[in-house]
């Protein structure tokens, strides 16, 4: 059993998406992978990527909780057919360290961004790293700035796996951290909280039915005051994935009636429309990859943007 170790020097630089999409990918060519997430089971951040991985494919109900290094090693030698490659994610530090040392992993490091910008923390990594990195994978890097990132890990000297552009699915918050930021109660529907949204709009001052200014967007969610009715089903005549009522107060059986035609979740929050728009300023920044939407965008980058031939040499 080989072991790929994902790590990255800073927090939400793409490294659950980016493990996910290649153990994706060598599972759908056959190979026996295992994905889990190291980390203490109090940590929400590392809970919510365990989910992740129990939730793909081949994950064969391996609980979505994260483990310990030695509960790895147990899991992948249960059952009657070997895990070929076991995927690791962990956050720097001790897990990371043992993974390393005990597992004799290989290093997958995930950087969010242009490390031309910061050449000194990328050479500060590789060289802690060591003979242990075997490859890079950049996410979110500014499509002008391709050119330069890659130039700038090829004067690093370490193999490039993926250079990923910025990608507005990837980055766009879900259902789930709407719902929490806003401390919304659902009032209709079963809403999929890790549904990725990726427009926001905020209902103007006036509107009518045939206005374009919610048709302009798909995949979007809708902010309305619970008491505009004409909003509401303006909103719910464009394709809306989901409508945020603002202000506490019940909405109307009309805007019931239609939206449980459309099959649109809606959510009620006592916050008022601009205290809603304040909570959910830097929602688009701080989300977390989950949901079968992020997934199949990270897949789909990594076949244009991404070389599995590169990975496949890295001896795993």
Do not use: C, W
Not at 38 to 66: M, N, V, W
Not at 203 to 228: C, E, H, L, M, W
Not at 237 to 250: A, E, F, K, N, Y
Request: no cysteine.
């Amino acid at each position: 059993m080989n072991t790929v170790l994902f790590v990255s020097p800073e927090p939400a630089a793409g490294k659950t998406g980016a493990l996910a999409a290649i153990a994706l990918r060598l599972a759908y060519d056959g190979r026996r992978v295992l994905a889990l997430r190291l980390g203490d089971r109090s940590d929400p951040a590392a809970a919510a990527d365990a989910r992740t991985f129990a939730e793909l494919p081949f994950a064969r109900g391996r609980g979505g909780q994260p483990v310990t290094v030695a509960e790895a090693r147990q899991i992948a030698g249960d059952g009657a057919r070997p895990v070929e490659l076991l995927f690791l994610e962990a956050d720097p530090g001790a897990d990371a360290r043992q993974a390393s040392e005990e597992l004799d992993a290989a290093v997958v490091l995930v950087i969010r961004g242009n490390p031309a910008a910061s050449p000194d923390a990328l050479h500060q990594a590789a060289a802690a790293l060591g003979a242990r990195l075997r490859g890079v994978v950049l996410t979110a890097v500014p499509a002008r700035q391709i050119a330069a990132a890659r130039a700038a890990l090829d004067t690093a000297g370490v193999p490039v796996i993926a250079v990923m552009p910025e990608d507005r699915t990837l980055y766009s918050p879900t259902v789930g951290d709407i719902i929490e930021r806003l401390d919304a109660e659902v009032i209709l529907g079963e809403p999929d909280e890790t549904q990725a949204v990726e427009y926001i709009l905020v209902n103007p001052v006036t509107v009518d039915a045939g206005q374009p200014y919610f048709a302009r967007r798909g995949r979007k969610a809708v902010i309305a005051r619970s008491d505009k009715t004409d909003l509401q089903l303006a909103a719910l005549h464009s394709q809306t994935d989901l409508l945020i009522l603002t202000g506490g107060l019940p909405p109307s059986p009309y805007t019931i009636d239609r939206a449980a035609g459309e099959e649109v979740p809606l959510l009620l929050t006592r916050a008022t429309t601009p205290e809603a728009v304040n909570l959910l300023e830097d929602v688009f920044t701080g989300s977390r990859f989950a949901g079968e939407r992020k997934l199949e965008r990270m897949m789909e980058l990594l076949r244009e943007h991404g070389s599995m031939e590169t990975f496949a040499g890295l001896g795993v």
